[in-house]
């Protein structure tokens, strides 16, 4: 299993409507996407929490799942469509997990 973990950072004076309508389109891609096995949004509770407030993980079963997922028209539009208008950094880990 590949969890595919994605720390976000958004603009300043993003509103929370904008963030929750990310958050909401993002999770709803599990539904969406047969790839995806677990999809969860939360908070950064850790020490780079004011770097990257927010996290995105997504369980997939391997690599080429990961790469079909990205790819996946669905994910494409949502990403487009309401993370990239407010989205000021991203950093994404791809790790084994068991």
Request: glycine residues 4%.
């Amino acid at each position: 299993m590949i969890l595919h973990l994605v720390l976000f950072r958004f603009r300043e004076g993003t509103p929370a409507a904008a963030i929750d309508s990310a958050r909401d389109g993002l999770l709803a891609l599990g539904q969406r996407i047969p790839e995806i096995r677990k999809i969860s949004w939360s908070r950064n509770h850790g020490p780079s929490a004011s770097d990257y407030p927010f996290a995105l993980s997504v369980t997939l079963d391997d690599m080429a799942a990961v790469e079909r997922y990205l790819k996946h028209p669905a994910h494409v539009d949502t990403v487009a469509r309401l993370l990239a208008p407010i989205r000021e950094a991203r950093l994404a880990v791809d790790v084994e997990v068991t």
